[in-house]
């Protein structure tokens, strides 16, 4: 009998801490050439930030996204630069689609990390509980 | 060994309950302001409800996805009126994009709920185990 | 005290098993005409499974994204069938897509598996444990 109540207390502290643990953790996917979807990404992620002091940001790059993270081409750079410099956020882009486009890591915006693949970063992301949210509009 | 029995059991019977819970439960993530989209996530959330008595939708609009939801500017006026009816459909509209387009409660069609942040009641819905289907083509 | 331990135990172990999982399974949420997007799926889904031989793949279609998969009207019909003969990947199609397009399973390209509902199909993958990605751009 003790040991089935204690059993009990086990599944609900379980799912208690499971609950309580949809703190703010989202990882953003960007694989748009539009600079609507760059503008709204840094957007979101600048809001995000402000209002939550204990926010994590991931934003992952790949396929057409590139030029989002890139020296010459970036249309929201001092944005993406400003975000860079907060801990709590981070900018992540996948190598195979820098070789695809033969982009080497000195074209990349300062702070910007390379990831060996995106989509295997994205999932990780989501399989360790973090929120998933498509660019695109 | 007796006990070790019991946290088997234990083990199974959760692995089991986490099986059974996938019921329909769906967050649509609109950032469009594309009717073709529009047209799309209404269709599907009625064709899901049609199907599927038990179905639990919510709409989840922000950042360019603002008109599906006002009175003035809704192509699908009428479709969100007649799943809002319903009460296992909710349309939830983002406090900050409003504020960022200068909309106010009552540009909004009846029945519409605001949230304050739309991308964290989104990933709050994912991290209860809701699907994500994000509206995009 | 010896049983507090022993649950102790039991909740490490499940924690570990669950963060060991994160192995690469991911659905892909096809809902596009834009032969771009089908370009891009069938890239990827190819360079997952060259680089990951335990990797699982699966692409669904519905809505706009149904040429993808129709003898008659795919781009990658080729790519396509390539990455059925995969036995880790499958595409599967929505039924409900196809009725509203009077398509047949004799118009599909062969190994296409056909899904009563296609949505269903995605959150059911997500509720598993599958990372999802929405193809858009």
Chains 1, 2, 3 share one sequence.
Not at 54 to 64: C, H, K, L, P
């Amino acid at each position: 009998m003790k040991k089935f109540f204690l059993l009990s207390i086990l599944a609900m502290l379980t799912s208690f801490i499971h609950a309580q643990n949809a703190d703010y953790k989202v990882v953003f996917d960007v694989t748009s050439k539009d600079s609507i979807n760059y503008q709204t990404v840094v957007r979101e992620a600048s809001l995000i930030r402000e209002s939550n002091p204990d926010a994590n940001i991931e934003v992952v790059v790949y396929g057409q996204g590139l030029d989002l993270v890139l020296k010459d081409k970036s249309t929201q750079a001092d944005a993406v630069q400003q975000l860079i410099s907060d801990k709590k956020v981070s900018f992540k882009v996948c190598a195979m689609t820098m070789k695809r486009n033969n982009v080497d890591e000195s074209q990349l915006l300062p702070g910007v990390e390379v990831v060996p693949d995106g989509i295997y970063e994205i999932i990780s992301k989501q399989h360790e509980g973090w929120g998933y949210i498509k660019v695109a509009h």
